[in-house]
């Protein structure tokens, strides 16, 4: 079953905050992935957005003495403008407020309890709002939510179930035979685990507030904030609304989510999905958590650290660049402000700006800023050869890292061309040979090859640093942009059009230095 279109999410986030950095570590990964998907060629469809509903956000808006719809209205935006200062180039923004969400919803749901897979009981439990879902007594510390640290109210009250504990042999024989619909492996161990001691029903309902989605077929109930988020992933993409655009778009070939909602959506989802015969998504892969100098960053103890203080100091590549580079994708990872400084001056200060700034220097004052002949095969020595040889395990190292979902992998795969080019400029020191008439042509083949070097390099890194591959792009005098190109078609040696004009521009990645 293969399907044209590439298909990823990032979780839809709850708006009763403004976004932190372990909400944009999410997006930003999900965005490397969708913007490397297309520069191979592939056709993409990115989706994020908000998770409105629920009594987070209904306690919210009353604190601030607003409506809810007029709460989310009003933080929405605090949103999209930090996904757009990041350069996040999803294709669609779902809100589960729309009409285009809730109607749907209401129509998987009518067709759920059509089919008898919901029925009306009784709910007795410790219901954490922070959380948005029912603890177990077993799930507490000292009587208190773990995550939150606050203690969930207890709920008693007449909702709606669906037939969870139906589907925990399906839900096995589909990891078991699928591996690869939850990753990492280590994840997919821990549901297995817990789904081998059997299920229980879901309560999908609520009836004590009324910020929801009503329940059709008994209004007194309005739908469980989980149940209606899960479902964006399906009404974004046409369910429920345009069928023919459903099956072209359905399934996600990655729901990219957080490790602390690993089961709803390995669990839940899947099991609502097989309930209407509906096609399953291919993987959901779930990461670490971010801290802060080693502390918990969870949803609750916020640390201070908006997206926006990294961004005004780094630069959005060099935000993305760091979070995608330094922690490896699936563990935990430690954020703090020394290993970023340390991480962006060595790699993209030194390693990839300077070999930028060298070479473009040097073809401006060697060979009046133009780009020479195209190298022939034979004008090639060992050194050439070798820096070839480089870029294209580079390449190949890349393609398996991203396809193995290892981002970090691929960022430190691609810096082994961009510390090749670097030696290379010392090995064949073009500045000696700017000195001796008798090998301008040597300096032209060795120019040229730098200055090829940087643009394969401007295709290479495009996916996780759009802006300085664009501006690296348009240095070379190359035409267009950077992300309107292919890089398996373009990803050859020799492509860099003789006569094109160079420009040195500024620094991409200026040094930072710190105070001691
Ligand atoms: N609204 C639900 C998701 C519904 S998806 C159908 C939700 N929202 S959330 O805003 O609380 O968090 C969403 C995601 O943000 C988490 O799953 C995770 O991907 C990310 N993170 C939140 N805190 C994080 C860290 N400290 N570190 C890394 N990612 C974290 O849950």
């Not at 930003?28 to 993409?44: I, L, M, W």
């Not at 990839?352 to 009046?368: K, P, Q, T, W």
């Amino acid at each position: 079953m293969s399907k044209e279109i590439f298909y990823v999410t990032t979780p839809i986030y709850y708006v009763n905050d403004v976004p932190h950095l372990g909400h944009a570590y999410t997006t930003v990964a999900t965005d490397f992935v969708a913007r490397y998907r297309r520069s191979q060629g592939r056709e993409v469809f990115f989706l994020t957005g908000t998770d409105e509903h629920g009594q987070k956000i209904l306690r919210t808006a009353e604190a601030a003495g607003l409506s809810p719809k007029e709460w989310t209205d009003q933080i929405v935006p605090r949103w999209t403008e930090v996904w757009a200062a990041l350069d996040i180039s999803n294709d669609d923004f779902i809100r589960t407020t729309e009409a285009r969400h809730e109607g749907p919803v209401q129509k998987f749901m009518q067709d759920l309890y059509d089919r008898g897979e919901i029925y009306l009981g009784r709910y007795e439990g410790l219901y954490c709002v922070g959380c948005e879902q029912f603890k177990q007594p077993d799930e507490l510390v000292d009587g208190r939510c773990p995550l939150h640290g606050t203690v969930p109210d207890a709920v008693e009250e007449e909702n709606y179930f669906f037939r969870l504990s139906n589907y925990a042999d399906r839900l096995i024989e589909l990891w078991e035979t699928v591996p690869s619909s939850v990753l990492p492996e280590t994840r997919r161990n821990e549901v297995l685990g817990k789904v081998r001691g059997g299920l229980d029903d879901l309560s999908i309902s609520r009836v004590s507030f009324d910020w929801g989605v009503p329940i059709p077929w008994d209004d007194k109930h309005v739908i469980y904030v989980w149940i209606d988020a899960l479902q964006n992933y399906i009404t974004a993409v046409g369910y429920g609304s345009d069928e023919a655009r459903f099956e072209r778009i359905w399934p996600a070939d990655i729901h990219f989510v957080g490790k602390d909602i690993l089961w709803f959506h390995t669990v839940i989802w899947p099991a609502m999905l097989m309930a209407l015969e509906l096609p399953l998504p291919k993987t959901v892969f779930a990461h670490g958590y971010l801290q802060v100098g080693g502390e918990k960053m969870s949803k609750s103890t916020l640390t201070g650290i908006s997206p926006h203080d990294l961004i005004d100091a780094f630069g959005s590549d060099g935000y993305r660049y760091y979070f995608m580079r330094d922690i490896s994708f699936g563990g935990d990872g430690d954020f703090s402000w020394e290993a970023m400084v340390a991480r962006y001056n060595s790699d993209l200060a030194n390693d990839f700006g300077n070999l930028a700034s060298r070479v473009l220097n040097m073809i401006s004052r060697y060979l009046d800023g133009s780009v020479p002949r195209v190298p022939e095969e034979a004008e090639m020595t060992l050194p050439e050869q070798s820096m070839i040889d480089v870029q294209q395990g580079t390449f190949a190292a890349i393609e398996k890292a991203m396809d193995d979902i290892a981002p970090h992998d691929a960022l430190k795969a691609a810096w082994a061309f961009v510390r090749r080019a670097n030696s290379y400029v010392e090995e064949v020191a073009p500045w000696k040979l700017a000195k001796d008439d008798a090998e301008r042509r040597r300096l032209e083949v060795v120019l040229y090859q730098l200055a090829d070097a940087l643009r394969l390099m401007s295709l290479m890194l495009f996916p996780i640093m759009p802006k300085a591959a664009e501006k690296l792009w348009s240095r070379l005098g190359l035409e267009g942009r950077v992300e309107d190109r292919i890089l398996p078609e373009e990803g050859r040696w020799g492509l860099l059009p003789e006569g094109n004009k160079v420009t040195i521009g500024d620094p991409l990645f200026p040094r930072i230095e710190t105070e001691a």
